[in-house]
């Protein structure tokens, strides 16, 4: 085992302080995977379980996806990075977590591509601040979107047409919380079953549609899927559409309301007869 | 949804007659179609017409599926900005078609396979306009292929 970084110290001492104390039911956050290299989400419910939380760069999930079913624990201290705390905002804003009963440790993202390392809210402050990232200029979506459109198609029907449906992007995602998802209702069929293209573009189209306004760009469903389809590329065409359109980052303002489901009179509507 | 379209390519016939699938708001656009209806006004048999609560009511999902499924073209049309039934309806549809038209580009989709349009239950002479703009944009640009699922042409082309 490598030694404990000093957040990682800080982070086992107070985990380990909540949980003698009984302020919270438990600690979520990450440990080790059985495998080297991985990490795994971790909810330390005894005070012995504090010494295997672990904070890297190998910690892919957003662990706010693993709030709303949590939520029947009582009380719940969480681990939030950058992403992970754009992602709690979002929850509480739908309704899907009580903020009153998290405790919001905040840390610096060790993964330096974050477009935003340091939490949005938090309740206490663990480490040093990560240096704030250059504002995001989506140089990747712009040079791909320079392609001609039947590249664009191609290039993403291929990408899109190695999906094998098991669905991993979306058990990962915080923001992925219905009860049955579209791709699983049977009564209609929304979507046919079979990883054939059409279907996999329908479904992978859709849910980055149901993103819009919401995906913080933690990239989990990127890490989690098992062939490596570049989900991101998706993902952040659909924020630059909603930051251009509604000027809105998504989790980054607790105040603001989803911009999907807000409106102004004056939206542009260009694309409208 | 769709079940009982017909899956024979448009193309069978020879000339290229554009399958479109409209979803008209039922207070503003379904009445503007029909007093085009009743005013007797021409325009391409080319529609098939949902009729939905509001454009509101418009799942992205509905105008991918359509195209999934053999459609040529998808037009949505609600009412005006500022005359919802519902109020705010088709504020809240134009951000989600605003984020499907882009998205859609971002994809490789030409523009013109959805087109969204405000047409009033009293623009009986502008929903046929409409109508007719669509289809000679979709007709130009041929049958859908892009989005369609390959397996419904191949049964089709089985079935002869």
Redesign the interface.
Known sequence: MPRPTAVEQQLRARARELLEKREVAGVLGFRAGTLPGTCVPFLATEPGDADRLVLNRDCAANLAAWLPRLRHRGRIAVVARGPDSRSIVNLVKENQVERDRLHIIGVADPDDTQPVRNPVVFDEFLGERAPDSPPDDYADIREF?AL???????A??DELSRCIRCYACRQVCPNCYCPTC?VDASR?A?V?RTP????N??FH??R??HM?GRCVECGACAKACPIGIPLMIINR??SL??RD??GSVPGTDPDAPL???????E???E??? | ?MADTNPVPSTVSGDFEPRIVAFLCNWCSYAGADLAGISRIQYPPSIRVVRVPCSGRVD??YI??AL?QGADGVLVSGCH??DCHYL?GN??A??????????L??????PGRV????VSAAEGERFAE?VR?VTERVRALGPSN??????LTEKAERAG
């Open positions: 979107e001609p459109p039947a590249e664009r198609w191609q993403l029907l579209f209609p929304w046919g054939d293209p059409s279907d573009v329908l189209m859709v980055a549609i819009a065409k659909v559409i909603v359109r509604f911009p999907l489901t807000a409106f102004d009179s939206d542009r509507e694309f409208i007869r | 949804m992205p999902f991918l599926k999934q900005p500022g705010t504020y809240v134009r951000r989600r078609f605003a984020v499907l038209h882009d998205l580009g971002f994809f490789g989709i030409e087109s969204f349009s405000w409409v703009e892009r989005l369609a699922d390959a397996r």
